[in-house]
């Protein structure tokens, strides 16, 4: 499977951004998916994540209230809203599938798109 991050830019703060992220090679439909992001000289974080069939959600503390994970699985398409983006939300954004059945959201992710870059100005 390919994943494609798109959406990503240059904002200001308290401004929103819509990340997508498509999947192709085969469905994602049956499987989580989640957005992770990576900002300079720091770890990889998890972000949000949504069940296959789109029925739960989970949010990072830092992003609660503000962002929104959702999936349309006719289109193979999962999306990130991003409101009242702040500048310690600046990363790179990648979106990722466990190809397999988990009940695990916020880790063993093995299928990684190649990320889409969030800059947040002050």
């Known amino acids: 499977v390919q994943l494609q991050a798109s959406g990503g830019g240059l904002v200001q703060a308290g401004d929103s951004l819509r990340l997508s992220c498509a999947a192709s090679g085969r469905t994602v439909s049956s499987y989580n998916m989640a957005w992770f992001r990576q900002a300079p000289g720091k770890e990889r974080e998890f972000v949000a994540a949504?069940?296959?069939?789109?029925?739960?959600?989970y949010y990072a503390d830092s992003v609660k209230g503000r962002f929104a994970i959702s999936r349309d699985n006719d289109k193979n398409t999962v999306y990130l809203q991003m409101n009242s983006l702040k500048p310690e939300d600046t990363a790179v954004y990648y979106c990722?599938?466990?190809?397999?059945?988990?009940?695990?959201?916020?880790?063993?992710?093995?299928?990684w798109g190649q990320g889409t870059q969030v800059t947040v100005s002050s």
């Open positions: 949504v069940v296959w069939n789109g029925g739960s959600t």
């Open positions: 990722a599938t466990q190809l397999y059945k988990s009940t695990n959201y916020y880790s063993g992710y093995n299928y």
